[in-house]
C-alpha cells in the first residue's frame, strides 16, 4: 500500500478525467432526460384510462423499460458494442459510452416520469379538457408544469446513478474518473489515486443533488 | 371531436376541489383558457384583468393556489370559467367543499354575475341551502335520470317523488304533523287556530300586521318555519286568532280573497 501523500496523482489528469466524467454525465443526462420523458409520457397516456388509452403500446412500452432495467449496466455496455460502434464510429472514449448510459438510464428515468405525471390532479386534466385543451396542450401546459419538481428531483436521481455508470464504462475503457482509478490507481496499486478519484465523485454527485434540490423546491409552488 | 372541443368554450365550469394549476398564478390560471382558444397575448392580459376585478381578487394576482383560501381558489375558478365569455356556466358541487359563510358569498357572486352578464348557470349540488338561495328551476336526479323538475317554489311545496321530499325536508326540516294544540283549545274556546300556507309572492309579508290593523283580533303566533326563496317566501305558520266571531272570521275570509296564503281553520275536537 502506497499511502504517503499524493505523491502518484497528477492533477492535469485528475482534471481531465473530471472533465470527462462531466462530460459523459452531462450529455447522457441530456439524452436521458429526453428519451425517458418520451417513455414516462408514452406510459402515462396509454395506461388504462389514459388519454391516448392503448393496451398494446402501454405493453410495448412498458416491456421495453423492464427489459433495459433488468440488464445490469456492465452487460449492458457489451451487448451494445455493435451499436456504439455503428452509431459513433468506436468503441472507446468518452462519447462511445453516450448510447449504453442513455439507454441505460432512460427506461429507469421513464419510470420516475411515468411515477410524476400520476401523480398530478386529475382535476386539473379535467378542467383543463372541460375548456377545450389538445392533448398537445395538456401535456405541455398541464401534465409538464405541475409534475416539473417531481421531473427535476427524479433527474437528479438519476443523474447520481449515470454517475455510477460513467465509472463503470470508464473501466473497459470510455475515460473520465472510473478509468483513472481503475488504471492509474488500481492496477498500479496506487491507492491514493483511487482515494482522490473517490472525494472527487463524491463532490460530484454532491453537487448534482444540491443544483437539483435547488431547482425543485424554487419549482414547487405548492 | 373537434367540434366538442370548440364546443366545451361555450360552457365554463367550476368544479368542487376548484382545480387550479398550482404552478400558476392567479393570473396565469385565467389565462389558460384564453391561451387554449388562441387569444392574443394583449387582449388576454387586459381580460385576466377585468375578470380579476369582476370576482374580487385584486391584488392577488401574483399569488399562487397554494396561497389562497378555499374562497378565493374557487373565486380564480369562476374567473378562469368565465374567461371565454361561455354561455353557460356549469358548477359542479361548487361550494360543497366550502365553509357556510364563504358559501354565501361565492353564490352571491354567483347570482351578481348572473344578473350582470346575463349568463345561464347550472348548480350541482346536494345542499338544498344553495338551491333555496340562488336558484329559479330545479330538477332532481336519481340514478342518473331526471325524476321530478319544476320551480324551485313548486317543488319546495310540493315534492312528488320520495327523493324529493327527503331533500326538501333537509331545508324545511320535517313536516311536522300538527302539534298538539288542545291545550290552547281548552284555555280559550272561542279562541280560532289556523294553518297559513305561504307559497311564494313578496307582497303578503306584512300579512299578520296588516291583519292586526284591519280586524278587531288578537293575532297568536304559535309555530311556523318560512324560508325565502328567489321567489318568495314559502312555508307553513300557525296562529292563533283571539277576538270577536264575527271579525276572526272576515280575517279568515280577507286572507281567503285577498291573498294567496292558502288558510285553514283547524276544528278542535271535542
Known amino acids: ?222 | 371531436m373537434k367540434e366538442l372541443r370548440k364546443s366545451r368554450r361555450d360552457i365554463g365550469m367550476i368544479f368542487q376541489h376548484f382545480n387550479l394549476l398550482w404552478s400558476r398564478t392567479v393570473a396565469e390560471n385565467i389565462a389558460f383558457p384564453l391561451e387554449i382558444a388562441n387569444v392574443p397575448k394583449a387582449e388576454i392580459k387586459q381580460r385576466v384583468q377585468e375578470l380579476i376585478n369582476l370576482v374580487g381578487l385584486s391584488g392577488r394576482e401574483n399569488a399562487y393556489p397554494s396561497q389562497l383560501s378555499g374562497g378565493q381558489k374557487q373565486r380564480v375558478g369562476i374567473a378562469r370559467a368565465l374567461a371565454n365569455r361561455p354561455k353557460v356556466l356549469l358548477c359542479d358541487e361548487a361550494t360543497s367543499a366550502l365553509d357556510p359563510e364563504t358559501t354565501n358569498a361565492i353564490l352571491d357572486l354567483l347570482m351578481d354575475i348572473n344578473q350582470r352578464l346575463g349568463l345561464t348557470i347550472i348548480m350541482i349540488t346536494h345542499e338544498m341551502h344553495v338551491i333555496r338561495k340562488v336558484c329559479n328551476r330545479v330538477a332532481v336526479m336519481e340514478d342518473g335520470k331526471v325524476v321530478e323538475q319544476g320551480d324551485v317554489l313548486h317543488l319546495f311545496l310540493q315534492p312528488k317523488q320520495p327523493v324529493t321530499k327527503k331533500f326538501v325536508q333537509q331545508v324545511m326540516g320535517i313536516e311536522d304533523e300538527e302539534t298538539d294544540f288542545e291545550r290552547l283549545f281548552q284555555a280559550n274556546p272561542t279562541a280560532k287556530i289556523a294553518r297559513l300556507h305561504f307559497v311564494g309572492e313578496t307582497t303578503n309579508q306584512t300579512l299578520i300586521s296588516k291583519l292586526a290593523k284591519l280586524f278587531a283580533v288578537d293575532i297568536n303566533i304559535l309555530q311556523g318555519k318560512i324560508t325565502q326563496t328567489q321567489l318568495g317566501a314559502y312555508g307553513t305558520l300557525y296562529v292563533q286568532f283571539i277576538g270577536e266571531t264575527g271579525e276572526m272570521e272576515k280575517a279568515i275570509a280577507f286572507i281567503k280573497n285577498e291573498t294567496s296564503v292558502e288558510v285553514e281553520v283547524l276544528q278542535h275536537e271535542l
Not at chain 1, 472533465?19 to 417513455?39: N, P
Not at chain 1, 421531473?151 to 436521481?157: D, K, M, P
Not at chain 1, 465509472?167 to 496506487?190: E, H, K, P, S, W
Request: glycine share 10%.
Open chain 1, 1 to 222: 500500500m502506497n499511502f504517503n501523500g499524493l505523491e502518484n496523482v497528477k492533477f492535469d489528469e485528475l482534471w481531465l478525467a473530471t472533465y470527462e466524467t462531466f462530460y459523459m454525465t452531462i450529455l447522457a443526462l441530456i439524452g436521458t432526460f429526453i428519451f425517458g420523458l418520451i417513455l414516462g409520457l408514452l406510459l402515462y397516456l396509454t395506461m388504462k384510462d389514459g388519454i391516448w388509452e392503448n393496451k398494446y403500446i402501454h405493453f410495448i412500452v412498458a416491456a421495453f423499460v423492464n427489459v433495459f432495467r433488468a440488464i445490469p449496466f456492465i452487460i449492458l455496455i457489451f451487448l451494445l458494442i455493435p451499436v456504439t460502434n455503428v452509431l459513433v464510429g468506436t468503441i472507446r472514449g468518452p462519447n462511445a459510452a453516450l448510447p449504453a448510459l442513455i439507454i441505460g438510464a432512460a427506461p429507469f428515468y421513464g419510470r420516475l416520469v411515468e411515477i410524476a405525471l400520476k401523480e398530478v390532479d386529475k382535476g386539473v386534466v379535467e378542467a383543463a379538457k372541460a375548456m377545450g385543451a389538445k392533448t398537445k396542450t395538456i401535456i405541455l401546459k398541464v401534465l409538464l408544469p405541475e409534475s416539473m419538481p417531481a421531473l427535476v428531483s427524479g433527474i437528479t436521481v438519476t443523474a447520481i446513478a449515470l454517475i455510477g455508470y460513467t465509472t463503470m464504462a470508464g473501466v473497459i475503457g470510455a475515460g473520465g474518473l472510473g478509468n483513472y482509478a481503475y488504471y492509474f490507481g488500481f492496477q498500479r496499486r496506487d491507492y491514493d489515486v483511487v482515494f482522490v478519484c473517490t472525494i472527487s465523485i463524491v463532490v460530484i454527485v454532491f453537487i448534482f443533488q444540491l443544483i437539483g434540490d435547488y431547482i425543485s423546491n424554487k419549482l414547487d409552488k405548492r
